[in-house]
């Protein structure tokens, strides 16, 4: 892959995350919780680092979150 379509990809993934960020803060509180929104987001494969981007919240606490996710499961 050359430089070029490296970049595009790059730019495309940003959206893609700024797309569900939207979605997610849309959804009413009640409706579903933040430990959901991250079990969502790993179900669909996408990395802790990348769901610390989407949420807005420290990857930390996301790795955390995730820990008592998979306790559960």
Known sequence: MDKETKELI????????????LMLRLL?????????????LNDLKIRPVDISKI???SQG?????????????
């Open 10 to 21: 790059h730019q495309l993934m940003q959206r893609v995350e700024l797309i569900i960020a």
């Open 28 to 40: 009413p509180k009640e409706k579903m919780s933040f430990r959901e929104q991250i079990c969502l």
């Open 55 to 57: 949420t807005g919240r």
């Open 61 to 73: 606490h996301v790795n955390k979150e995730l820990v008592a996710i998979r306790r559960k499961k």
